[in-house]
């Protein structure tokens, strides 16, 4: 019997070279709602079949909260063997104080430099010309996500654009509806505020407040009239009273709500309650005004673990996450764009190939995690709550904002 099993374990070893030596790394990460699981899933997925064990670290409750978790762990001796941070700014304090590994072999071995789409991805990964994360999606926060049921009950059609939808919001409220879905969580008023800018100011004026850091503009009548709108617009979310982002998408899933200003990730929640794209939901990227993808997204950062396995089993970890298999499995159950352009998606469904199209033409901007300090972008999620669940003054908000930007200049 013992020889057999011995037997039977040498044959499984030469099928399988890695049995035995898998190598576990914990991965920590916010993505906690159905379409989220179902597209990390796809990570740990790959990550088993080649021979290593995902240990999967998930953090309920959204960035905001799962962020200082994951740096407290890091930087109080704790690392993780990878985690999710957003690209741009996150993470750069961790990379600056050594606690992050390099990547710069896996990059140059696997050419990220050549593929990597839009660069830019790749240099909010770059510091003093090192590279220190593996960017896994791009993930655009301006759209418009509207429920074909809710207007098909009120009788009216579904909006092509924000201004439509805003005038559309008394008949939805007539028919018992929420025009607007919006979980209590900040980052979430924080992203309806930066999509509306766009499409009530144009992105010119975003351009100049966010990338050249025009503080008059930013004081000025163009984002008075953002703030106006934002006022208006959260009488349509008063009666949203959900905590996190999936929870207002179902809002608009089962009809309840008219729409939900929310990023592209809101595609997995539809996709996961099996609704079809221009049949059961509606997307306008840019909410309709302006096609546009801000392309920010999530990347991997593997903090030093001080141990030879661990490290390499990270940099086969990061290949693996860049790798044309992965991006397509992975982005079309997250409903994010791929981070190359090399690869297949032929699967990919109504709202994905308008993403697509946008990243063709190239109407492209920098996230505000890539352009603004997490300290800055915090304090404009409090302010934003604050605004958004209040009745505070649409000007007092504007002076506190332009104070807030001010002060990551
Ligand atoms: C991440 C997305 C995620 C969303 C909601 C964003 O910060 O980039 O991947 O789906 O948060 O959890």
């Known amino acids: 019997m013992k020889t057999f099993k011995l037997a039977t374990a040498l044959a499984a070893s030469v099928a399988l070279p890695s049995i035995g030596l ?7 990460h916010w993505w906690t709602s159905g379409g989220e699981a179902a597209a990390v899933a796809e990570l740990a997925k790959a990550f088993d079949a080649a021979g290593d064990k995902w240990i999967d670290g998930a953090i309920a409750g959204g960035g905001g909260t799962a962020r200082p978790i994951m740096i407290s762990r890091i930087t109080g001796g704790d690392p993780m063997g990878a985690t999710q941070f957003n690209h741009g700014q996150q993470a750069l304090e961790l990379v600056e104080a050594g606690l992050m590994l390099d990547l710069t072999d896996v990059a140059e071995a ?30 655009s926060p301006e759209w418009l996500w509207l429920s074909n049921k809710a207007y098909a009950d009120a009788g009216i059609p579904v909006p092509t654009n924000w201004n439509e939808f805003v005038a559309s919001a008394p008949a939805l409220e007539a028919a018992g509806k929420i025009p607007l879905a919006l979980g209590n969580q900040p980052w979430q008023s924080n992203l309806a505020f930066g999509a509306m800018t766009v499409a009530v100011a144009g992105l010119d004026v ?4 966010n990338v050249e850091k025009n503080m008059d503009v930013a004081a000025g009548a163009e984002m008075a009239a953002v703030f ?32 939900q200003i929310m990023g592209d990730w809101a595609q997995g929640e539809f996709q996961v309650a099996g609704q079809v794209a221009g049949t059961d939901y509606t997307c306008l990227p840019g909410l309709g005004l302006n096609a546009y993808l801000s392309t920010g997204g999530d990347a991997f950062y593997f903090p030093k673990l001080q141990d030879a396995d661990k490290e390499a089993a990270q940099k086969r ?42 990243l063709a033409s190239g109407n492209l901007v920098p996230s505000g995690d890539q352009v603004w300090s997490p300290d800055v972008q915090k304090q404009n999620e409090d302010l934003m709550v604050e605004f958004w669940k209040s009745d505070m003054d649409p000007g007092a908000a504007h002076a506190q904002w ?8």
């Open 22 to 28: 898998a190598t576990e790394l914990e991965v920590t």
């Open 110 to 139: 696997n050419n990220w430099k050549d593929i990597v789409y839009p660069p830019s991805l790749l240099d909010s990964c770059t510091v003093d010309g090192r590279i220190y994360c593996a960017p896994v999606n791009i993930h």
């Open 206 to 209: 975003w351009k100049q407040v």
């Open 228 to 259: 106006q709108a934002a006022a208006d617009a959260r009488k349509f979310a008063a009666k949203s009273n959900v905590q996190d982002w999936n929870q207002a998408t179902n809002l608009v899933i089962s009809g309840q709500a008219g729409g």
């Open 317 to 358: 970890l990061a290949a693996l996450m860049v790798s044309p298999e992965v991006q397509v499995a992975f982005n079309l159950k997250k409903g994010s764009l791929p981070i190359r352009g090399d690869i297949d998606l032929a699967a990919a469904n109504d709202c994905m190939k308008k993403g697509l199209e946008i």
């Open 402 to 409: 332009v104070e807030n930007l001010k002060s990551g200049l």
